[in-house]
């Protein structure tokens, strides 16, 4: 069964596979940040990081499913 869904994942290009990394990583440092102890400036930082990349893998999605 497993490998069957596997076989069905569509494949990701060496740039895609990046985008969705960087995801990963810009999601661990904030998960690993104490927002108690960041200003204002830099929460809004933080959002607006994590919502160009919640729409960098939307688009991602899009594409992949696309093609």
């Known amino acids: 069964m497993e490998e069957q869904s596997q076989a ?4 990701l290009t060496e740039s895609q596979q990046s985008r969705v990394e960087f995801a990963r990583q810009d999601l661990d440092k904030a998960r690993a940040a104490d ?3 960041m200003d204002g400036a830099a929460l809004v930082l933080q959002i607006e990081r994590l919502r160009a990349r919640l729409h960098d893998v ?3 999605v899009e594409e992949t499913f696309e093609s």
């Open 58 to 60: 939307l688009s991602l």
């Open 35 to 37: 927002l108690m102890e």
């Open 8 to 11: 069905s994942r569509p494949r």
